[in-house]
Protein backbone atom coordinates (compact mmCIF):
# COMPACT_ATOMS: atom_id res chain seq x y z
CA UNK A 1 0.00 0.00 0.00
CA UNK A 2 1.10 3.41 -1.13
CA UNK A 3 2.43 5.62 2.14
CA UNK A 4 -0.70 8.12 2.94
CA UNK A 5 -0.58 11.52 2.03
CA UNK A 6 1.47 14.14 3.92
CA UNK A 7 -1.30 16.44 3.57
CA UNK A 8 -4.72 16.33 2.68
CA UNK A 9 -7.17 19.04 2.39
CA UNK A 10 -10.74 17.63 1.33
CA UNK A 11 -13.23 20.50 0.24
CA UNK A 12 -12.13 23.07 3.19
CA UNK A 13 -13.19 26.64 3.22
CA UNK A 14 -12.32 28.68 5.40
CA UNK A 15 -14.34 32.31 6.60
CA UNK A 16 -12.93 35.15 9.13
CA UNK A 17 -14.84 36.12 12.02
CA UNK A 18 -17.36 38.91 10.94
CA UNK A 19 -16.46 38.41 7.35
CA UNK A 20 -19.04 38.00 4.68
CA UNK A 21 -17.32 36.12 2.22
CA UNK A 22 -15.16 32.65 2.69
CA UNK A 23 -11.07 33.73 2.02
CA UNK A 24 -10.98 29.58 1.24
CA UNK A 25 -13.84 28.39 -0.41
CA UNK A 26 -13.83 24.47 -1.52
CA UNK A 27 -9.88 24.09 -1.71
CA UNK A 28 -8.57 20.63 -1.94
CA UNK A 29 -4.87 19.68 -1.84
CA UNK A 30 -2.98 16.54 -1.72
CA UNK A 31 1.16 16.33 -0.56
CA UNK A 32 2.52 12.78 -1.35
CA UNK A 33 5.57 12.11 0.29
CA UNK A 34 8.82 13.75 -0.82
CA UNK A 35 6.42 16.27 -3.23
CA UNK A 36 7.40 19.78 -3.55
CA UNK A 37 3.91 21.53 -4.59
CA UNK A 38 4.15 25.26 -5.31
CA UNK A 39 0.94 27.55 -4.07
CA UNK A 40 0.57 29.87 -6.31
CA UNK A 41 -1.48 33.84 -5.69
CA UNK A 42 -1.77 36.93 -5.29
CA UNK A 43 -1.90 38.98 -2.11
CA UNK A 44 -5.44 38.47 -0.79
CA UNK A 45 -5.65 35.49 -3.31
CA UNK A 46 -6.43 33.14 0.18
CA UNK A 47 -3.02 31.24 -0.10
CA UNK A 48 -1.89 32.38 3.05
CA UNK A 49 -5.07 31.01 5.26
CA UNK A 50 -4.62 27.52 2.60
CA UNK A 51 -0.84 27.85 5.01
CA UNK A 52 -2.35 28.46 8.31
CA UNK A 53 -5.14 25.95 8.09
CA UNK A 54 -2.08 23.31 6.80
CA UNK A 55 -0.42 23.36 10.51
CA UNK A 56 -3.66 23.77 12.51
CA UNK A 57 -3.09 26.95 12.97
CA UNK A 58 -6.76 27.75 11.47
CA UNK A 59 -9.55 24.97 11.41
CA UNK A 60 -11.68 24.57 8.56
CA UNK A 61 -14.92 25.98 8.92
CA UNK A 62 -16.26 23.27 6.57
CA UNK A 63 -14.43 20.45 4.76
CA UNK A 64 -11.30 18.67 6.85
CA UNK A 65 -7.39 18.89 6.78
CA UNK A 66 -5.15 15.93 7.92
CA UNK A 67 -2.01 16.13 8.52
CA UNK A 68 -0.16 12.37 8.25
CA UNK A 69 -3.85 11.00 8.60
CA UNK A 70 -4.66 13.34 11.88
CA UNK A 71 -6.97 15.77 11.32
CA UNK A 72 -6.41 19.46 12.71
CA UNK A 73 -9.62 19.80 14.29
CA UNK A 74 -8.57 17.15 16.94
CA UNK A 75 -7.03 18.88 19.64
CA UNK A 76 -5.44 16.28 21.36
CA UNK A 77 -2.88 15.71 18.20
CA UNK A 78 -2.08 19.79 18.26
CA UNK A 79 1.74 19.50 19.00
CA UNK A 80 2.01 15.98 17.10
CA UNK A 81 0.29 18.04 14.18
CA UNK A 82 2.63 21.33 14.11
CA UNK A 83 5.34 18.79 15.13
CA UNK A 84 4.65 17.24 11.43
CA UNK A 85 4.08 20.45 9.62
CA UNK A 86 6.59 22.59 10.23
CA UNK A 87 6.16 26.13 9.23
CA UNK A 88 8.36 29.33 8.03
CA UNK A 89 6.81 32.69 7.70
CA UNK A 90 7.56 35.73 5.61
CA UNK A 91 9.23 38.22 7.95
CA UNK A 92 13.02 36.56 8.98
CA UNK A 93 12.83 39.08 11.93
CA UNK A 94 9.51 37.68 13.50
CA UNK A 95 10.75 34.25 14.09
CA UNK A 96 14.16 34.49 15.80
CA UNK A 97 13.64 34.45 19.59
CA UNK A 98 17.00 33.47 21.36
CA UNK A 99 19.76 35.70 21.44
CA UNK A 100 22.24 33.19 19.74
CA UNK A 101 21.79 31.10 16.70
CA UNK A 102 21.94 27.63 18.77
CA UNK A 103 19.66 28.93 21.12
CA UNK A 104 17.16 29.92 18.91
CA UNK A 105 17.09 26.18 17.20
CA UNK A 106 17.02 24.84 20.35
CA UNK A 107 13.82 26.92 21.11
CA UNK A 108 11.18 24.17 20.24
CA UNK A 109 13.25 21.12 21.83
CA UNK A 110 13.14 22.64 25.33
CA UNK A 111 9.82 22.91 24.88
CA UNK A 112 9.33 19.22 23.99
CA UNK A 113 11.25 18.27 27.00
CA UNK A 114 14.00 16.18 24.67
CA UNK A 115 17.21 14.75 26.60
CA UNK A 116 20.11 17.16 26.43
CA UNK A 117 22.25 15.20 24.52
CA UNK A 118 19.77 14.33 22.05
CA UNK A 119 18.88 17.51 21.95
CA UNK A 120 22.47 19.06 21.20
CA UNK A 121 23.07 15.92 18.36
CA UNK A 122 19.68 17.55 16.64
CA UNK A 123 20.84 21.13 16.73
CA UNK A 124 24.17 20.48 15.36
CA UNK A 125 22.35 18.48 12.63
CA UNK A 126 19.71 20.65 11.76
CA UNK A 127 22.63 23.35 11.36
CA UNK A 128 25.09 21.23 9.36
CA UNK A 129 21.40 20.57 7.17
CA UNK A 130 20.79 24.33 6.59
CA UNK A 131 24.57 25.06 5.91
CA UNK A 132 25.04 27.58 9.32
CA UNK A 133 27.10 25.29 11.60
CA UNK A 134 29.54 28.32 11.54
CA UNK A 135 27.09 30.48 13.09
CA UNK A 136 26.06 28.33 15.87
CA UNK A 137 27.39 30.52 18.56
CA UNK A 138 26.00 33.50 16.59
CA UNK A 139 23.48 36.65 17.41
CA UNK A 140 21.13 36.26 15.16
CA UNK A 141 20.65 39.79 14.46
CA UNK A 142 24.39 40.17 12.80
CA UNK A 143 22.65 37.44 9.86
CA UNK A 144 21.49 37.96 6.59
CA UNK A 145 17.57 37.91 6.02
CA UNK A 146 18.31 34.59 3.78
CA UNK A 147 20.69 33.35 6.86
CA UNK A 148 18.04 33.74 9.15
CA UNK A 149 15.29 31.68 6.96
CA UNK A 150 17.77 29.08 7.06
CA UNK A 151 17.97 29.32 11.36
CA UNK A 152 14.10 29.36 11.26
CA UNK A 153 14.27 26.11 9.06
CA UNK A 154 16.38 24.77 10.96
CA UNK A 155 14.41 25.34 14.19
CA UNK A 156 11.58 23.04 12.54
CA UNK A 157 14.41 20.53 11.14
CA UNK A 158 15.41 19.68 14.76
CA UNK A 159 11.85 18.65 15.28
CA UNK A 160 12.31 15.89 12.94
CA UNK A 161 8.99 17.19 10.59
CA UNK A 162 7.62 15.12 7.83
CA UNK A 163 6.72 18.39 6.06
CA UNK A 164 7.95 21.84 5.70
CA UNK A 165 5.03 24.48 5.11
CA UNK A 166 6.69 28.21 3.60
CA UNK A 167 4.45 30.73 3.39
CA UNK A 168 6.17 33.37 1.57
CA UNK A 169 9.43 33.00 3.42
CA UNK A 170 11.33 34.52 0.48
CA UNK A 171 9.43 37.62 -0.33
CA UNK A 172 11.38 40.06 1.64
CA UNK A 173 14.76 38.49 0.61
CA UNK A 174 16.99 39.82 -1.96
CA UNK A 175 17.43 37.46 -5.15
CA UNK A 176 20.99 36.19 -3.30
CA UNK A 177 18.86 35.21 0.01
CA UNK A 178 15.65 33.99 -1.78
CA UNK A 179 17.83 31.73 -4.08
CA UNK A 180 19.88 30.29 -1.04
CA UNK A 181 16.93 29.75 1.11
CA UNK A 182 15.05 28.52 -2.08
CA UNK A 183 17.79 25.86 -2.75
CA UNK A 184 18.51 25.03 1.00
CA UNK A 185 14.46 23.92 1.06
CA UNK A 186 14.78 21.61 -2.29
CA UNK A 187 17.98 19.97 -1.31
CA UNK A 188 15.69 19.31 2.15
CA UNK A 189 12.98 17.85 0.15
CA UNK A 190 15.39 16.12 -2.24
CA UNK A 191 18.25 14.52 0.19
CA UNK A 192 15.69 14.25 3.30
CA UNK A 193 12.55 13.27 1.49
CA UNK A 194 10.40 16.23 3.50
CA UNK A 195 7.13 17.12 1.68
CA UNK A 196 7.45 20.59 1.14
CA UNK A 197 4.36 23.26 0.49
CA UNK A 198 5.56 26.78 -1.01
CA UNK A 199 3.75 29.18 -0.76
CA UNK A 200 5.00 32.45 -3.28
CA UNK A 201 4.10 35.02 -5.30
CA UNK A 202 7.27 34.78 -7.41
CA UNK A 203 6.61 32.34 -10.71
CA UNK A 204 10.24 32.12 -11.16
CA UNK A 205 10.30 29.90 -7.81
CA UNK A 206 7.10 28.22 -8.60
CA UNK A 207 8.32 27.05 -11.70
CA UNK A 208 11.21 24.61 -9.85
CA UNK A 209 8.28 22.30 -7.61
CA UNK A 210 6.83 19.35 -9.09
CA UNK A 211 3.32 20.40 -9.20
CA UNK A 212 1.56 23.92 -8.58
CA UNK A 213 -1.63 25.21 -7.53
CA UNK A 214 -2.89 28.16 -8.26
CA UNK A 215 -5.36 29.94 -6.28
CA UNK A 216 -7.85 33.18 -6.62
CA UNK A 217 -10.19 34.57 -4.69
CA UNK A 218 -10.02 31.40 -2.37
CA UNK A 219 -10.52 29.09 -4.54
CA UNK A 220 -8.19 26.95 -6.60
CA UNK A 221 -8.21 28.13 -10.62
CA UNK A 222 -5.37 26.03 -11.97
CA UNK A 223 -3.03 23.15 -11.27
CA UNK A 224 -0.57 21.07 -12.73
CA UNK A 225 2.91 20.99 -13.62
CA UNK A 226 4.71 24.35 -14.27
CA UNK A 227 4.66 23.59 -17.96
CA UNK A 228 1.24 23.20 -18.06
CA UNK A 229 0.50 26.20 -15.50
CA UNK A 230 2.51 28.41 -17.06
CA UNK A 231 1.59 28.05 -20.59
CA UNK A 232 -2.00 29.29 -19.65
CA UNK A 233 -0.32 32.98 -20.58
CA UNK A 234 -3.93 34.37 -20.57
CA UNK A 235 -5.38 32.73 -17.68
CA UNK A 236 -2.54 33.49 -15.60
CA UNK A 237 -2.81 37.65 -16.75
CA UNK A 238 -6.09 37.76 -15.88
CA UNK A 239 -5.85 36.97 -12.33
CA UNK A 240 -2.67 39.27 -12.46
CA UNK A 241 0.19 36.95 -11.60
CA UNK A 242 3.23 36.65 -13.68
CA UNK A 243 4.13 34.19 -16.74
CA UNK A 244 7.57 33.41 -18.10
CA UNK A 245 8.87 36.05 -19.92
CA UNK A 246 9.54 33.68 -22.53
CA UNK A 247 6.53 31.78 -22.50
CA UNK A 248 5.00 35.45 -23.22
CA UNK A 249 7.19 36.54 -26.15
CA UNK A 250 6.47 32.51 -27.44
CA UNK A 251 2.89 33.30 -27.43
CA UNK A 252 2.65 36.89 -28.80
CA UNK A 253 4.87 35.72 -31.54
CA UNK A 254 3.27 32.36 -32.24
CA UNK A 255 -0.24 34.92 -32.60
CA UNK A 256 1.43 36.59 -34.98
CA UNK A 257 1.81 33.59 -37.47
CA UNK A 258 5.56 32.01 -36.11
CA UNK A 259 5.09 28.47 -36.18
CA UNK A 260 6.46 28.02 -32.66
CA UNK A 261 5.88 24.80 -30.33
CA UNK A 262 3.85 25.29 -27.40
CA UNK A 263 5.70 24.68 -23.84
CA UNK A 264 8.26 27.49 -23.59
CA UNK A 265 9.32 28.44 -20.70
CA UNK A 266 12.97 29.41 -20.18
CA UNK A 267 15.89 31.36 -22.88
CA UNK A 268 17.47 27.90 -23.67
CA UNK A 269 14.05 26.44 -24.77
CA UNK A 270 13.79 29.66 -26.74
CA UNK A 271 16.84 29.63 -28.38
CA UNK A 272 16.81 25.90 -29.57
CA UNK A 273 12.98 26.72 -30.94
CA UNK A 274 13.93 30.19 -32.71
CA UNK A 275 16.90 28.52 -34.62
CA UNK A 276 14.74 25.28 -35.75
CA UNK A 277 13.09 27.98 -37.26
CA UNK A 278 15.68 30.71 -38.71
CA UNK A 279 19.08 30.00 -38.14
CA UNK A 280 21.12 29.54 -41.35
CA UNK A 281 22.55 25.87 -40.38
CA UNK A 282 18.94 24.40 -40.64
CA UNK B 1 17.77 70.73 -10.69
CA UNK B 2 20.88 68.02 -10.78
CA UNK B 3 22.14 66.32 -8.03
CA UNK B 4 26.61 65.72 -8.81
CA UNK B 5 27.96 63.19 -6.59
CA UNK B 6 32.15 64.29 -6.47
CA UNK B 7 34.17 61.69 -5.43
CA UNK B 8 32.08 60.65 -2.65
CA UNK B 9 33.46 58.49 -0.26
CA UNK B 10 31.84 56.85 3.19
CA UNK B 11 33.35 54.83 5.70
CA UNK B 12 31.68 53.72 8.63
CA UNK B 13 32.96 53.64 11.88
CA UNK B 14 36.09 55.34 10.80
CA UNK B 15 39.03 54.70 13.42
CA UNK B 16 37.84 51.58 15.08
CA UNK B 17 38.25 48.11 14.69
CA UNK B 18 35.07 48.01 12.57
CA UNK B 19 35.81 50.40 10.00
CA UNK B 20 34.30 49.38 6.90
CA UNK B 21 33.99 51.39 3.00
CA UNK B 22 31.06 51.71 2.18
CA UNK B 23 31.60 53.67 -1.11
CA UNK B 24 34.73 54.41 -2.30
CA UNK B 25 35.49 57.81 -4.67
CA UNK B 26 32.12 57.86 -6.65
CA UNK B 27 31.13 60.60 -8.86
CA UNK B 28 28.31 60.67 -11.32
CA UNK B 29 25.77 63.25 -11.85
CA UNK B 30 21.73 63.05 -11.74
CA UNK B 31 20.34 65.35 -14.22
CA UNK B 32 17.30 67.01 -14.70
CA UNK B 33 14.71 64.02 -15.90
CA UNK B 34 16.40 61.25 -15.31
CA UNK B 35 14.93 57.82 -14.51
CA UNK B 36 17.82 56.60 -12.69
CA UNK B 37 18.52 53.10 -11.96
CA UNK B 38 20.69 52.11 -9.12
CA UNK B 39 21.83 48.95 -9.32
CA UNK B 40 23.78 45.95 -7.46
CA UNK B 41 24.36 43.37 -5.67
CA UNK B 42 23.11 43.36 -1.54
CA UNK B 43 26.17 45.15 0.36
CA UNK B 44 27.68 46.86 -2.24
CA UNK B 45 27.02 50.45 -0.87
CA UNK B 46 23.14 51.48 -2.91
CA UNK B 47 21.25 52.49 -0.03
CA UNK B 48 24.35 54.39 1.75
CA UNK B 49 24.82 56.26 -1.08
CA UNK B 50 20.56 57.03 -1.52
CA UNK B 51 20.85 58.40 2.38
CA UNK B 52 24.02 60.50 0.99
CA UNK B 53 21.25 61.92 -1.66
CA UNK B 54 18.79 63.85 0.75
CA UNK B 55 21.86 64.13 3.96
CA UNK B 56 20.71 62.00 5.79
CA UNK B 57 24.41 60.50 6.03
CA UNK B 58 27.38 62.93 5.61
CA UNK B 59 30.09 61.62 3.38
CA UNK B 60 33.67 60.95 4.97
CA UNK B 61 34.82 63.01 1.40
CA UNK B 62 33.90 64.00 -1.27
CA UNK B 63 31.01 66.14 -2.22
CA UNK B 64 26.80 66.37 -2.81
CA UNK B 65 26.29 68.78 -5.10
CA UNK B 66 22.25 70.09 -5.16
CA UNK B 67 21.87 72.59 -8.38
CA UNK B 68 25.70 73.24 -7.54
CA UNK B 69 25.09 73.91 -3.56
CA UNK B 70 27.00 71.53 -1.33
CA UNK B 71 24.49 69.60 0.61
CA UNK B 72 26.63 69.52 3.81
CA UNK B 73 28.40 72.78 3.45
CA UNK B 74 28.19 75.31 6.70
CA UNK B 75 26.69 77.86 5.40
CA UNK B 76 23.53 76.03 3.18
CA UNK B 77 19.78 75.99 3.87
CA UNK B 78 19.71 71.96 4.27
CA UNK B 79 16.16 72.13 5.38
CA UNK B 80 15.13 73.65 1.37
CA UNK B 81 17.68 71.76 -0.63
CA UNK B 82 16.10 68.53 0.98
CA UNK B 83 12.65 69.48 0.64
CA UNK B 84 13.59 69.23 -3.13
CA UNK B 85 14.56 65.69 -2.97
CA UNK B 86 11.64 62.94 -1.75
CA UNK B 87 13.01 59.84 0.02
CA UNK B 88 10.96 56.74 -0.16
CA UNK B 89 12.69 53.80 2.29
CA UNK B 90 12.53 50.44 1.53
CA UNK B 91 9.07 49.04 3.17
CA UNK B 92 7.93 52.69 3.95
CA UNK B 93 4.79 51.38 5.23
CA UNK B 94 6.51 50.85 8.26
CA UNK B 95 6.83 54.44 8.90
CA UNK B 96 3.03 55.52 8.56
CA UNK B 97 1.46 55.93 11.97
CA UNK B 98 -1.75 58.28 11.72
CA UNK B 99 -5.42 57.72 12.22
CA UNK B 100 -6.28 58.35 8.91
CA UNK B 101 -4.76 58.23 5.66
CA UNK B 102 -5.13 61.92 4.84
CA UNK B 103 -3.83 62.85 8.06
CA UNK B 104 -0.79 60.61 7.64
CA UNK B 105 -0.26 62.27 4.05
CA UNK B 106 -0.28 65.87 5.60
CA UNK B 107 2.08 64.99 8.29
CA UNK B 108 5.04 66.24 5.80
CA UNK B 109 3.34 69.45 4.25
CA UNK B 110 1.80 70.26 8.28
CA UNK B 111 4.74 71.30 9.10
CA UNK B 112 6.21 73.45 6.31
CA UNK B 113 3.15 75.56 8.30
CA UNK B 114 0.87 75.61 4.85
CA UNK B 115 -2.70 76.33 5.27
CA UNK B 116 -5.63 74.34 5.86
CA UNK B 117 -6.43 74.45 2.27
CA UNK B 118 -2.93 74.28 1.09
CA UNK B 119 -2.46 71.23 2.84
CA UNK B 120 -5.81 69.59 1.44
CA UNK B 121 -4.78 70.48 -1.85
CA UNK B 122 -1.16 68.93 -1.82
CA UNK B 123 -3.09 65.76 0.15
CA UNK B 124 -5.70 65.44 -3.00
CA UNK B 125 -3.35 65.98 -5.46
CA UNK B 126 -0.76 63.01 -3.92
CA UNK B 127 -3.17 60.53 -3.44
CA UNK B 128 -4.24 61.45 -7.14
CA UNK B 129 -0.88 60.75 -7.90
CA UNK B 130 -0.69 57.15 -6.35
CA UNK B 131 -4.08 56.48 -7.80
CA UNK B 132 -5.91 56.34 -3.90
CA UNK B 133 -9.17 57.51 -4.54
CA UNK B 134 -10.05 60.60 -1.77
CA UNK B 135 -13.52 60.16 -1.19
CA UNK B 136 -12.82 56.22 -0.56
CA UNK B 137 -9.62 56.68 1.36
CA UNK B 138 -9.08 59.73 3.16
CA UNK B 139 -10.78 58.94 6.12
CA UNK B 140 -9.81 55.34 5.89
CA UNK B 141 -7.01 54.03 9.14
CA UNK B 142 -3.87 53.24 6.72
CA UNK B 143 -4.03 50.27 9.15
CA UNK B 144 -6.98 48.55 7.36
CA UNK B 145 -5.24 49.02 4.19
CA UNK B 146 -3.93 46.42 2.07
CA UNK B 147 0.65 45.76 2.00
CA UNK B 148 0.28 47.88 -1.64
CA UNK B 149 -2.21 50.71 -0.91
CA UNK B 150 -0.57 51.03 2.42
CA UNK B 151 2.79 51.18 0.33
CA UNK B 152 1.03 53.70 -2.05
CA UNK B 153 -0.32 56.06 0.92
CA UNK B 154 3.55 56.05 2.14
CA UNK B 155 5.33 57.38 -1.24
CA UNK B 156 2.04 60.11 -1.38
CA UNK B 157 3.21 61.39 1.99
CA UNK B 158 6.62 61.60 0.46
CA UNK B 159 4.91 63.29 -2.88
CA UNK B 160 2.78 65.78 -1.07
CA UNK B 161 6.59 67.67 -0.52
CA UNK B 162 6.53 68.34 -3.66
CA UNK B 163 9.92 66.88 -4.61
CA UNK B 164 11.38 67.84 -7.87
CA UNK B 165 13.76 64.67 -7.70
CA UNK B 166 11.92 61.10 -6.03
CA UNK B 167 14.65 58.34 -4.92
CA UNK B 168 13.08 55.36 -3.92
CA UNK B 169 14.69 52.22 -2.04
CA UNK B 170 13.63 49.42 -3.88
CA UNK B 171 9.54 50.38 -3.65
CA UNK B 172 8.10 46.99 -4.79
CA UNK B 173 10.00 45.04 -2.02
CA UNK B 174 7.85 42.40 -1.10
CA UNK B 175 4.90 43.15 -3.41
CA UNK B 176 3.02 40.54 -5.81
CA UNK B 177 2.87 40.92 -9.53
CA UNK B 178 0.19 43.13 -9.23
CA UNK B 179 1.25 45.34 -6.37
CA UNK B 180 4.75 45.60 -8.09
CA UNK B 181 3.26 46.76 -11.57
CA UNK B 182 0.96 49.23 -10.06
CA UNK B 183 3.59 50.76 -8.01
CA UNK B 184 6.05 50.43 -11.18
CA UNK B 185 3.41 52.11 -13.24
CA UNK B 186 2.66 55.35 -10.54
CA UNK B 187 6.42 55.78 -10.71
CA UNK B 188 6.72 55.94 -14.12
CA UNK B 189 3.43 58.66 -14.51
CA UNK B 190 5.60 60.41 -11.96
CA UNK B 191 8.79 60.77 -14.27
CA UNK B 192 6.61 61.13 -17.25
CA UNK B 193 5.15 64.68 -15.46
CA UNK B 194 8.74 65.87 -15.20
CA UNK B 195 9.79 64.11 -12.01
CA UNK B 196 13.53 63.37 -11.92
CA UNK B 197 13.37 59.29 -10.22
CA UNK B 198 16.47 57.64 -8.91
CA UNK B 199 14.92 54.11 -7.87
CA UNK B 200 17.05 51.62 -6.76
CA UNK B 201 16.50 47.81 -7.92
CA UNK B 202 17.08 44.09 -8.41
CA UNK B 203 15.22 43.50 -11.06
CA UNK B 204 16.94 43.64 -13.71
CA UNK B 205 13.46 43.45 -16.47
CA UNK B 206 11.69 45.97 -14.30
CA UNK B 207 14.98 48.69 -15.06
CA UNK B 208 14.70 47.50 -18.52
CA UNK B 209 11.45 48.81 -18.70
CA UNK B 210 11.86 51.61 -16.91
CA UNK B 211 15.04 53.07 -16.73
CA UNK B 212 16.29 55.90 -19.31
CA UNK B 213 20.02 55.23 -17.38
CA UNK B 214 21.84 52.67 -14.94
CA UNK B 215 24.27 52.96 -12.95
CA UNK B 216 25.90 50.04 -11.22
CA UNK B 217 27.87 49.65 -8.31
CA UNK B 218 30.23 46.91 -6.77
CA UNK B 219 31.97 46.84 -3.84
CA UNK B 220 31.16 50.22 -3.10
CA UNK B 221 32.57 51.73 -6.52
CA UNK B 222 30.96 52.44 -9.32
CA UNK B 223 31.28 49.92 -12.02
CA UNK B 224 29.41 51.24 -15.32
CA UNK B 225 27.43 54.07 -16.27
CA UNK B 226 25.11 54.19 -19.15
CA UNK B 227 21.92 53.63 -20.86
CA UNK B 228 20.25 50.63 -20.30
CA UNK B 229 21.02 49.36 -23.93
CA UNK B 230 25.24 50.45 -23.26
CA UNK B 231 24.49 48.41 -19.71
CA UNK B 232 22.65 45.39 -20.82
CA UNK B 233 25.11 44.10 -23.88
CA UNK B 234 27.64 44.06 -20.88
CA UNK B 235 26.84 40.57 -19.99
CA UNK B 236 30.19 39.20 -18.26
CA UNK B 237 30.10 42.06 -16.25
CA UNK B 238 26.93 42.46 -15.20
CA UNK B 239 27.12 38.28 -14.24
CA UNK B 240 30.39 39.21 -12.08
CA UNK B 241 28.50 41.50 -10.19
CA UNK B 242 26.13 39.11 -9.40
CA UNK B 243 23.19 40.72 -11.46
CA UNK B 244 22.88 39.45 -14.78
CA UNK B 245 21.05 40.98 -17.35
CA UNK B 246 17.21 40.84 -18.92
CA UNK B 247 16.00 37.69 -20.40
CA UNK B 248 15.66 39.17 -23.52
CA UNK B 249 19.49 40.36 -23.49
CA UNK B 250 20.04 36.73 -22.53
CA UNK B 251 18.49 35.37 -25.33
CA UNK B 252 19.80 37.71 -28.63
CA UNK B 253 23.23 36.42 -27.17
CA UNK B 254 22.51 32.89 -27.36
CA UNK B 255 20.44 33.31 -30.60
CA UNK B 256 23.60 35.42 -32.16
CA UNK B 257 26.20 32.64 -30.53
CA UNK B 258 24.21 30.43 -33.16
CA UNK B 259 24.26 32.58 -35.90
CA UNK B 260 21.50 34.29 -36.39
CA UNK B 261 21.55 38.04 -37.45
CA UNK B 262 20.50 40.55 -34.60
CA UNK B 263 21.46 43.64 -33.34
CA UNK B 264 24.22 42.81 -30.12
CA UNK B 265 22.40 45.52 -27.70
CA UNK B 266 18.58 44.54 -27.99
CA UNK B 267 17.41 44.21 -24.05
CA UNK B 268 13.58 44.44 -24.32
CA UNK B 269 10.46 42.03 -25.27
CA UNK B 270 9.27 44.35 -27.76
CA UNK B 271 12.36 44.84 -29.59
CA UNK B 272 12.71 40.72 -29.79
CA UNK B 273 9.52 40.42 -30.96
CA UNK B 274 9.72 42.71 -33.54
CA UNK B 275 13.15 41.56 -34.79
CA UNK B 276 12.29 37.87 -34.46
CA UNK B 277 8.94 38.35 -36.96
CA UNK B 278 10.86 40.31 -39.13
CA UNK B 279 13.11 37.85 -39.91
CA UNK B 280 10.43 34.87 -39.78
CA UNK B 281 8.96 37.08 -42.70
CA UNK B 282 12.04 37.81 -44.33
CA UNK B 283 12.44 33.79 -44.63
CA UNK B 284 8.99 33.41 -45.68
CA UNK B 285 8.10 35.78 -47.91
CA UNK B 286 4.20 34.37 -48.54
Known amino acids: ?282 | MSIQLKNLTHVYSGGTAFESVALHDISFEIRDGDFLALVGHTGCGKSTLVQHLNGLLKPTSGQVLVDGEDLNGEHVDRRKLRMRIGLVFQYPEYQLFEETVAKDIAFGPKNLGLSAAEIEERVRTAMAQVHLNYDKYARRSPFELSGGQMRRVAIAGVLAMQPKTLILDEPTAGLDPHGRDRILGIVRELHQSGTTVVMVSHSMDDVARLATRVVVLAHGSLLADGTPREIFRQREMMEEAGLGVPEASRLVQALRARGLDLPDDLYTQDELYDHLLRLWKEANPC
Open chain 1, 1 to 282: MAEENRIQAEAVSYTYEEAETPALSQVSLAVKPGEFVAVLGHNGSGKSTLAKLLNALYVPTEGRVLVCGMDTRDDDRLWDIRRAAGMIFQNPDNQIVATLVREDVAFGLENLGVPHDEMVERIDRALEAVHMTAYAATAPHMLSGGQKQRVAIAGILAMTPLCLIADEATAMLDPSGRREVLDTVHRLNREEGISVVWITHFMEEAATADRVVVVSDGQTVLSGTPREVFTEVEKMREIHLDVPHMADLAKRLRDAGMPLREGILSVDEMTEEVCRLLCPSN
